[in-house]
């Protein structure tokens, strides 16, 4: 296991469709989190699980996005109806439970919504 | 305040020392970290400091930690042109007592000069 992967890397799509990104997290980690990056800001929270369950979603979280860690191992976010202005880079980052709360990331997934 | 804070911008010549300065806002924040990203990256944990400690060093970094001004700072010795990226300094807030998810600063982006 050589840490956390993103699929795809990067995607374009047209306002209005739906996409739909993967995250695989260091295997033993219990924790995964979602964060959004615009340009020139930082890493914005929007979601994080337990095992398969979701535990908390930012106000960020609109009701078109949802996502899911249904055997507790990888996990998806999906975006319905794409505008431009969820045009971002999506991270995912894992974590374990124990010793020192040390996140880590993966390389992202870059979406531009023409 | 409601923001982590860092100055946007630090330029400096090559070999000389690089210090980046951070304002977080939990008193209570158990673990700070400065994670560097490279253009089109995803983050990379650089180091980080527990809340009970002043001073933390490795190798070319040290962190000193100010937590009566909630004041956070990296220092890079002998600064490298591989050291031009942005650096982010980040916390998760101990609400409640439960350690969620990190909140970010804006990134400060270093420029390293030959």
């Known amino acids: 296991d050589t840490g956390v992967s993103q699929d795809p890397r990067h995607k374009i799509t047209k306002r209005g469709q739906n996409v739909t990104f993967r995250c695989d997290p260091i295997?033993?980690?219990?924790?995964l989190y979602w964060y959004r990056q615009t340009l020139g800001q930082g890493p914005e929270f929007l979601t994080y699980f337990q095992n398969e369950a979701q535990l908390e979603k930012s106000r960020l979280l609109s009701d078109r996005f949802s996502a899911e860690r249904p055997k507790g191992s990888f996990s998806t976010l999906e975006i319905q109806r794409t505008e431009q202005g969820d045009s971002a880079m999506y991270l995912c980052a894992s974590r374990t439970l124990a010793g020192t709360a040390i996140e880590v990331f993966g390389p992202g997934t870059r979406l531009t919504v023409l | 305040g409601e923001d982590v804070e860092q100055s946007l911008f630090l330029s400096v010549r090559e070999g000389d020392s690089s210090v980046i300065n951070c304002t977080y806002t939990d008193s209570s924040s158990t673990y700070l970290y400065w994670y560097k990203q490279e253009p089109g990256a995803g983050l990379q944990l650089l180091t980080y400091?527990?809340?009970?400690?002043d001073m933390k060093q490795d190798q070319r970094l040290t962190v000193l930690l100010n937590k009566k001004d909630k004041h956070l700072s990296l220092r890079i010795a002998d600064t490298q042109t591989g050291d031009s990226a942005i650096y982010f300094c980040?916390?998760?807030?101990?609400?409640?007592?439960?350690?969620?998810?990190?909140?970010f600063g804006k990134g400060t982006k270093l420029s390293v000069k030959p």
């Open positions: 295997s033993e980690h219990n924790r």
């Open positions: 980040a916390e998760i807030p101990n609400y409640g007592g439960s350690q969620g998810n990190l909140i």
């Open positions: 400091i527990f809340s009970n400690m």
